[in-house]
C-alpha cells in the first residue's frame, strides 16, 4: 500500500473506534471464466525455472540476482506456482536467509516487482540493501497468482505465507550452502503476510527453522475498514480484496455486490498496477461501488477469516514496525494488533513506534534497527 491519505478514516479512528481494523489491501485480477486446474509440480520450493534478472541501480552493486518459478500450495493444500527474485550478496556472504514480502503492487502479471522496477518501491529497495549488506540471501516472492496465470489471492494470508515459506525453500534449492535457519521481513501488504507466515511455520516449514518476523505497518482491522474504506479515496483497495476472496472463495460473486459503475472499470484491475486501480476507484460514493453502499455482513466475517493477522499464536518471536504519522495504515490499528498478538501466552513481540514517519518513510527509518534485530536472532 502506498501514500494515500484516508483522513475519514484516520479521523475516525482516533476518535475512538473499538472495532479491529484492516490495513490498506494490494490489487488481485479478476478470475478467468474458466476453472483453474492445478497440478502437482513437485514437492513445496521446486525450482521450476531460473534465469539471471537485472535489479533496481540502488542494488546491483550489492547483489547477484535469479528470477524464479517455484511451487508453493495453495490455502486447501493443492500445489500452485509463484514467481519472485533470490538476491546473492556479493560480499561478505553468509548462509542465512531472509525473505522479503513486498507491499501492495497490483493484480496483474506485469505487477510484479520480480520483472517490474517501477512497482519495486523505494522504500523496499532500502530495505532489501540493508539485508544484503548484512551479507544475508533474500528470497522475495511475487506471490502467488502476480507473474503466473491464476488470480491473485490478495490478501489471503495463508497465501502470502506459504508463499513466502516457499521462497526460502526454493532459495536453499538453488544454493545447497544456505542454513535452514530464516527471517520473515515484510511491509504492508507483505507485513501482514509475514505474520501469517509465522503462524504457519511451525506445522508448514518442515525441515526450515523460523527465527524471527518483522512487520512493518501491517494490514489489521478489517471489520472497521471494509465499513470505512467505501467512504475514502482507497476504495481500490476494497475492489482488489474482493477479487482476493473470490480466488479462494468461488461461492463469492464480487459482481453481486460491486453496483454498476465500480464493475464498469474492473478492466483497470488486469490493465494497471496500483495507482491506476486506485485512481480508477477514488471518486466513486458508496452507492456507486457497492450494492445498498456497504458490503454484506457475511463477506466481512469471510474477509475477517481470510484476512486479519494475530487470530493464531505466533511461533516465533515479532518485531512489528509503525510510523506514527502513516495515514494508510493507522497506528491505533497496529495498536489492537500488538495487544492481541501479546495476549497469547509465551509471545514474544516487540513493538516500535515511530514519532513523524508514515507509511512508506518507517520502512527506511527502521531499515538499520530490523537489520540489527535479525542479526540477534540467528545469533
Not at 18 to 30: E, F
Not at 204 to 218: H, K, Q, W
Not at 265 to 271: D, N, R, T
Not at 353 to 358: F, N, S, V
Amino acid at each position: 500500500m502506498r501514500r494515500l491519505i484516508v483522513s475519514l478514516l484516520a479521523t475516525t479512528l482516533t476518535c475512538g473506534s473499538a472495532a479491529p481494523a484492516l490495513a490498506a489491501p494490494s490489487p488481485v485480477l479478476p478470475v478467468p471464466s474458466h476453472v483453474f486446474q492445478w497440478t502437482d509440480h513437485g514437492s513445496p520450493g521446486t525450482v521450476l525455472s531460473k534465469a539471471p534478472a537485472v535489479l533496481p541501480p540502488e542494488l546491483r552493486s550489492l547483489a547477484d540476482a535469479q528470477r524464479i518459478k517455484y511451487v508453493t500450495t495453495d490455502v486447501r493444500g493443492r500445489s500452485t506456482t509463484a514467481t519472485g527474485l533470490v538476491l546473492t550478496p556479493k560480499e561478505r556472504r553468509k548462509n542465512k536467509t531472509v525473505a522479503w514480502a513486498h507491499g501492495t503492487t497490483g493484480l496483474a502479471d506485469k505487477c510484479a516487482p520480480s520483472t517490474n522496477h517501477d512497482v519495486f518501491w523505494p522504500e523496499a529497495r532500502v530495505a532489501v540493501a540493508s539485508l544484503l549488506r548484512r551479507g544475508w540471501t533474500v528470497a522475495a516472492t511475487d506471490y502467488a497468482g502476480i507473474g503466473t496465470p491464476e488470480p491473485h489471492p490478495y490478501l489471503v494470508g495463508n497465501s502470502e505465507g506459504r508463499a513466502i515459506i516457499d521462497s526460502v525453500r526454493a532459495a536453499r534449492n538453488l544454493d545447497d550452502g544456505l542454513s535452514p535457519q530464516y527471517v520473515v521481513d515484510g511491509h504492508s501488504q507483505g507485513a501482514q503476510g509475514a505474520l501469517f507466515a509465522n503462524q504457519l511455520a511451525g506445522a508448514y516449514d518442515g525441515e526450515l527453522r523460523l527465527r524471527g518476523t518483522v512487520s512493518i505497518a501491517p494490514t489489521s482491522g478489517v471489520e472497521t475498514l471494509a465499513a470505512l474504506i467505501p467512504q475514502t479515496e482507497g476504495k481500490g483497495y476494497l475492489v482488489m480484496a474482493l477479487y482476493g476472496l473470490n480466488a479462494v472463495e468461488p461461492s463469492f460473486k464480487p459482481a453481486e455486490v460491486l453496483a454498476a459503475p465500480a464493475e464498469r472499470k474492473l478492466g483497470v484491475l488486469e490493465s494497471g498496477c496500483l495507482y491506476d486501480i486506485l485512481g480508477a476507484y477514488a471518486t466513486l460514493t458508496p452507492q456507486q461501488l457497492l450494492v445498498g453502499g456497504e458490503l454484506p455482513d457475511r463477506w466481512v466475517k469471510k474477509l475477517v477469516e481470510y484476512v486479519e493477522p494475530g487470530l493464531k499464536r505466533p511461533t516465533a518471536p515479532v518485531f512489528v514496525v509503525q510510523g506514527a504519522d502513516d495515514v494508510t495504515v493507522p497506528s491505533t490499528l497496529t495498536d489492537a494488533l500488538v495487544e492481541r498478538l501479546r495476549a497469547y501466552d509465551g509471545a514474544s513481540v516487540r513493538y516500535d513506534e515511530l514519532p513523524g514517519e508514515d507509511h512508506d518513510s518507517s520502512v527506511i527509518a527502521s531499515a538499520d534497527r530490523v537489520a540489527n534485530w535479525i542479526a540477534q536472532r540467528f545469533e
